[in-house]
Each structure stands twice: as structure tokens, then as C-alpha cells.
């Protein structure tokens, strides 16, 4: 009779202690907040701080952005679309056109500075001179679902109460869509 308390009891603490040790991962974080090993082996992060002592050590939840699995594809669809072409005093129309959704990825990697640059001051800047250190640009791409095939459709609406009875409107029509990059000249 005891047995058959006692046996459930257990159970539910196995189950319970079970259920604790394992840690929910938030939403969206890559890599888990709760790993436990670093990226790499400690003897190789210990060789490679011995060799460039300047560069300081990374934290354990350091991204690594060429590993793969830490890379989302980038996606981008056409899906078609029931457009409306209308006008005052017109007989509207509707046409079907398709819109660009997706995700594109994006990049945005530091450089370092010139060699008289990021100390606090610049040198000869007392003086009255300016300093002509280069500064790299860092790297940026950035890209966004957008139409790559488009082609111009005239449209015809009837106008019956105006002269003449028609008016002409011309819409971009697109036909494919792809992650291209733009521009992205802003400077932080």
C-alpha cells in the first residue's frame, strides 16, 4: 500500500528536477545564451592571445558570422497582387501585379582607425594643422527585397462624363523579385 504512494511521489521529483536543469533558449538568440563552451578549444584561445596579446579575449556568446549555422538565408518572393487603377470621374480597374516580400541580409564591420586616431586627440592639431590619417571605411552591405524584372503597363479607364471619354494611366508592373544591395553611404 505504501508502494503505491511512494512510487508516484518519486516519480514527480524525477520529473521535476528534470524539467529545472533544462533552460529555456529566448526567442531569436543565436548563439544560446546558456552555452557552455566557448568557440573554440581553451588550448587554441590560449595559443592565439599568446601570439596578438593586443587583442582582447571574446566573450563565451561571441557571434561568429562566417560559421553557417549562424546564417539565415536570405529569402525574397513575388506574390501576386490585385491592384486597383482608379481616377475622379473615371470607371476604376483592376489589374493584377505582384509586390516583392522577403528577407535580405545585412552587414555592417568595423575597421580600425588610422594611427594617429582613437587616442583622445589628434596630433597636430595644436598647431593648427589638421591631421591626414586614413581612416578604412568599414565594411557595410545591405540588401532588401526588390523588384529585379518590371515592365510598364497603359491602362485605359473609361471617363464617360469627361472629354474625351478615357484617360491613359501607366503602372510599373513587376515581374520578379530578388535580394539586391543599396547604397548605404551614412556615416555614424
Partial sequence: MLWRITIPVILAGV??????????????????????????????????LQQKPEVLSSSREALVVTERRYLRRD??????????????????????????????????????????????????QASGR?????????????????????????VQLDCPDLQPPFRHRKVQRVKQCRCMSVDVSSKL
Fill in 15 to 48: 520529473l521535476c528536477i528534470t524539467g529545472e536543469g533544462k533552460k529555456t533558449r529566448p526567442q531569436g538568440s543565436i548563439p544560446s545564451p546558456y552555452k557552455t563552451k566557448g568557440n573554440l578549444s581553451a588550448e587554441r584561445h590560449h595559443l592565439l
Fill in 75 to 124: 529569402w525574397c518572393k513575388t506574390q501576386p497582387l490585385r491592384q486597383t487603377i482608379s481616377e475622379e470621374g473615371c470607371r476604376s480597374r483592376t489589374v493584377v501585379n505582384r509586390f516583392c516580400y522577403g528577407q535580405c541580409n545585412s552587414f555592417y564591420i568595423p575597421r580600425h582607425l588610422g594611427p594617429s586616431q582613437g587616442h583622445g586627440h589628434n596630433q597636430g
Fill in 130 to 154: 589638421k591631421s591626414h590619417s586614413k581612416v578604412q571605411e568599414p565594411f557595410q552591405s545591405c540588401s532588401f527585397c526588390r523588384p529585379h524584372r518590371i515592365t510598364q503597363l497603359t
